[in-house]
């Protein structure tokens, strides 16, 4: 069982900042894809980035070169540096562990943090 615990949302103007930060307790995280998704009012869930176990990573075309995941698997945390945020970043962003393993998909979500861009 993995808990995710999100932190790091708050509003900041367009053209700002922000770190998120998503911290797992329970065992083997770093045999865990990390991602980060988020979902806006009245749309679907996206994903935006994600970070898998040997470090690659990819990103939603709207986000590339304007945010970066990281991990640290020492601290069980995985990162989403947000540069450049646009009010079309605005959403709450969620925080996904995923690993198949022995034929078992384990999949689990953190409570969302919401990031509002505005001026």
């Known amino acids: 069982q993995v808990q995710l615990v999100e932190s790091g949302g708050g509003l900041v103007q367009p053209g700002g900042s922000l770190r998120l930060s998503c911290a797992a307790s329970?065992?083997?995280?770093?045999?865990?894809?990390m991602g980060w998704y988020r979902q806006a009012p009245g749309k679907q869930r996206e994903l935006v980035a994600r970070?898998?176990?040997?470090?690659?990573?990819n990103y939603v075309d709207s986000v590339k070169g304007r945010f970066t995941i990281s991990r640290d698997n020492a601290k069980n945390t995985v990162y989403l540096q947000m540069n450049s945020l646009k009010p079309e970043d605005t959403a709450v962003y969620y925080c996904?562990?995923?690993?198949?393993?022995?034929?078992?998909?384990?999949?689990?979500w953190g409570q969302g943090t919401q990031v509002t861009v505005s001026s």
């Open positions: 996904n562990a995923y690993r198949l393993a022995w034929g078992t998909e384990n999949n689990y």
């Open positions: 329970g065992s083997f995280f770093s045999m865990y894809t």
């Open positions: 970070i898998i176990t040997g470090g690659s990573t």
